[in-house]
T-cell receptor
Framework: DQQVKQNSPSLSVQEGRISILNCDYT??????FLWYKKYPAEGPTFLIS?????DKNEDGRFTVFLNKSAKHLSLHIVPSQPGDSAVYFC???????????FGKGTSLLVTP | EAGVAQSPRYKIIEKRQSVAFWCNPI?????LYWYQQILGQGPKLLIQ????????DSQLPKDRFSAERLKGVDSTLKIQPAKLEDSAVYLC????????????FGQGTRLTVV
C-alpha cells in the first residue's frame, strides 16, 4: 500500500524556469516530510524538510510547501539549473522516531 | 566527515545462492537502516536498528533475509536463498537520532539475481 505518492514519473523544465514537483500522502499520522535528490549510481541525498507545524520551508532555490488538509506537498526549485537534473523522492514519517516512507520518485530534466 | 560506506557496489548471483552486504555508518550515528529499492520504485524499509537493537523489521522477509548490527556499529544484511525478485539496490542509511532526522545514505549495492 503506497502511502506516499508521486504521480508524475517525469518532468522536463527549461533552465531558469520554475520546477514544481508534487507529492501526496494518505497517512494522516505523517508529521515530518522530506525531499531527497538522487543522481544515477549514488544514494539519495537529503535536500529539504518540513514539519507539520509549518506550511513552508525555504532553503536557497528550494522551497517546500505543505498543505495538511489536502495531504499534499510540493517542492519548488527556482531558478532551475541543469545540475538539478536528478530523481527527486518525497518521503514522510509519523515523527522523528520512525523510518521514512518514500514515494516512487519524479525524474526531473532541466534543459539548457 | 566520512559518509556511509557499503560494499560490494555490485553483485551478480544465481537464484538460490546466498549473498551478504556490508554497511559502515557514519561515526556516532545510533540509527541504521537497510532499504530495498526495486527499479522504478522508491526505497522500502527492510529493517531499522537503534544501536544494536532492532526497532522495526516488519517488512523484512524473515524466511530468507537476516540482518545484524553487532556492537552497534557495522551491519550486515544477508539473503539466503536469493530469488529473482530480490534483484534491487540495497541501500544502507544512518542518522544521529532515532529516525527521520535527515538520514544519510550510502551508494548502495546493486544486486542482480539470474
Amino acid at each position: 500500500d503506497q502511502q506516499v505518492k508521486q504521480n508524475s514519473p517525469s518532468l522536463s523544465v527549461q533552465e531558469g524556469r520554475i520546477s514544481i514537483l508534487n507529492c501526496d500522502y494518505t497517512n494522516s499520522m505523517f508529521d515530518y516530510f522530506l525531499w531527497y535528490k538522487k543522481y544515477p549510481a549514488e544514494g539519495p541525498t537529503f535536500l529539504i524538510s518540513i514539519s507539520s507545524i509549518k506550511d513552508k520551508n525555504e532553503d536557497g532555490r528550494f522551497t517546500v510547501f505543505l498543505n495538511k488538509s489536502a495531504k499534499h506537498l510540493s517542492l519548488h526549485i527556482v531558478p532551475s539549473q541543469p545540475g538539478d537534473s536528478a530523481v527527486y523522492f518525497c518521503a514522510a514519517s509519523p515523527n522523528s522516531g520512525y523510518a521514512l516512507n518514500f514515494g516512487k520518485g519524479t525524474s526531473l530534466l532541466v534543459t539548457p | 566527515e566520512a559518509g556511509v560506506a557499503q560494499s560490494p557496489r555490485y553483485k551478480i548471483i544465481e537464484k538460490r545462492q546466498s549473498v551478504a552486504f556490508w554497511c559502515n555508518p557514519i561515526s556516532g550515528h545510533a540509527t541504521l537502516y537497510w532499504y530495498q529499492q526495486i527499479l522504478g520504485q522508491g526505497p522500502k524499509l527492510l529493517i531499522q536498528f537503534q544501536n544494536n537493537g532492532v526497532v522495526d523489521d516488519s517488512q523484512l522477509p524473515k524466511d530468507r533475509f537476516s540482518a545484524e548490527r553487532l556492537k552497534g556499529v557495522d551491519s550486515t544484511l544477508k539473503i539466503q536463498p536469493a530469488k529473482l525478485e530480490d534483484s534491487a539496490v540495497y541501500l544502507c542509511a544512518s542518522s544521529i537520532t532515532g529516525g527521520s532526522a535527515e538520514a544519510f545514505f550510502g551508494q548502495g549495492t546493486r544486486l542482480t539475481v539470474v
